[in-house]
C-alpha cells in the first residue's frame, strides 16, 4: 500500500497554551519501500507514526492508504484496516502479559481474519522465533523475559501477518548488535516482499538498509 500525508499538523493545548509538535507534514511512501524516520527526542517522531497508524488524529490534514483516506474512518472502521493490513511495534512493545511467546505472536489472527491462514502464520511465527534466536522461548511467559527479548517477540508479532503496512517505532532500542543487524535484515525482507515499512530510529545501522531518510526538525 502506498502511504501519503497531506498538510499534517498537530498542535496540543495546554490551558491557553498551545503546543505545535507537527506542521505542514506533507510525503509520500510507495508501495514496497522502507522509510527511516530521523530527529531528536521531542522531535514527533512517534506522534507521526500514531498519526500514520490510525491510532491518533492530526489536527489538520488526511492520511491516506492507497485512496482510502482513514482521516474519515470511524474508529471501528480504523480499527478494522489496522488488523487486517498493518503490523506495529511501540516503544513499550504492548505484549500480553497472560499469554505465552507464541500466544502472542499469533494473538492477531486469533481474533480476526487476516490475508494469512493460521498454518501458514504458526510456520512462520516459528521462523521468525528461530530467527531472532528466541525458538526456546516460544512457552515463556513476558514477565520471565528482558527488555531485548520483549522487543524482538514484539517484532515477531508485527511481522507473523506479512502485513501490506508496517509501523515500527524504535524497533532495536536496547538490542546489542547482533540482534540490531538481525532485526534489519528482517524488516529489509519484509520490505522486499511489497510492503510498505516506517521505522522511527536512531540507530545509524538503519541508513545501509533504508530507502527513504526523512529528518524532523524540532
Known sequence: ???RLEHIHKIYKRGSR???VLKDINMTIPTGKLLVLEGKSG???S????????????TEG????DKTSISWLDECQKAELRRSNVGIVTQDSGLVPYLTVSENINLLNDICNKHVTKADQLAFGEKLLENLGLA???????????GGEIKRVAIARAL???PKILIMDEPTANLDKDNVEKVWKLIRSHTDQGSTVIVATHESDANKYADVRVYLKM
Open 18 to 20: 498551545q503546543h505545535i
Open 136 to 146: 526456546s522461548l516460544k512457552n515463556e511467559y513476558p514477565s520471565n523475559l528482558s
Open 1 to 3: 500500500m502506498e502511504i
Open 160 to 162: 507473523v501477518g506479512k
Open 47 to 58: 506522534t507521526l507514526l500514531n498519526i500514520i497508524a490510525g491510532l491518533s488524529k492530526p
Open 43 to 45: 522531535s514527533g517522531k
Open 62 to 65: 488526511m492520511v491516506y492508504y
